[in-house]
């Protein structure tokens, strides 16, 4: 069964609404949690990492005010896309990887679909 | 850089073919190598993995061998279903990058009856 849960999984909504994305780690402790965008017919990209307690690491070129990512428990990683606009359209993935398993793979979220108005 | 380069799609195939979906990769050190799979409208599912070489991965009738001499990580499977349609993306990860994802372009699959 799924070990990573993402919410909501579609949302559509007016051009400058801020709009929160969560990610929960189902049966584990998650103390990383990587954020992904997804366009279409195209592969992920890394968008950043979710650290649990501490703030995240943004890949280059991604605006950290703009994706605003709250990692405050073990077990749920936010992501936040403040005053979106129809270029923040996008299939928005989480994925969660068990601890201490550097080497291992990481387990994904179903996705999310953005669509800004 | 870390890289993964992945056969261009889509391939289409009628059912009951032998696929292959070729995947070479460039990374400094011993990376672990994936496969997922990107049902439309979905997230990813870890198809089969690999840690080091010669591993064989294996899963739902895909195979993929962990080939360092010609840093391969192919996908293979003897006989495709019409359900096999989908997005396959093979991937690696090095320890020494805390376990971040590097993804090839992807392969879309689509298989006829």
């Known amino acids: 069964g799924a070990v990573v849960s993402q919410h909501p999984s579609r949302v559509i909504c007016k051009s400058g609404t801020s709009v929160k994305i969560e990610c929960r780690s189902l049966?584990?402790?998650?103390?990383?949690m990587f954020w992904y965008r997804q366009f279409p017919k195209q592969s992920l990209m890394l968008m950043a990492t979710?650290?649990?307690?501490?703030?995240?690491?943004?890949e280059q070129g991604v605006e950290k005010d703009k994706f605003l990512i709250n990692h405050a428990s073990l077990t749920l990683s936010t992501l936040t896309v403040t005053s979106a606009h129809p270029e923040d359209s996008s299939f928005y993935i989480c994925?969660?990887?068990?601890?201490?398993?550097?080497?291992?793979?990481?387990?994904f979220g179903d996705g999310t679909r953005l669509s800004i108005l | 850089g870390d890289s993964v380069t992945q056969m261009e799609g889509p391939v289409t195939l009628s059912e009951e073919a032998f696929l292959t979906i070729n995947c070479t990769y460039t990374?400094?050190?011993?990376?672990?190598l994936f496969w997922y799979v990107q049902y439309p409208g979905e997230g990813l599912q870890l198809l089969l993995k690999a840690t080091k070489a010669d591993d064989k991965g294996s899963n739902k009738g895909f195979e993929a061998t962990y080939r360092k001499e010609t840093t391969s990580f192919h996908l293979e499977k003897g006989s495709v279903q019409v359900s096999d349609s989908a997005v396959y993306f093979c991937a690696l990860t090095l320890m020494r990058q805390g376990g971040k994802l590097i993804f090839g372009q992807g392969t879309e699959l689509s298989v006829k009856p």
């Open positions: 049966d584990f402790q998650a103390t990383t």
């Open positions: 979710s650290n649990e307690g501490s703030k995240a690491t943004y």
């Open positions: 994925s969660a990887r068990y601890p201490g398993q550097g080497n291992q793979p990481q387990h």
């Open positions: 990374a400094t050190g011993y990376p672990s």
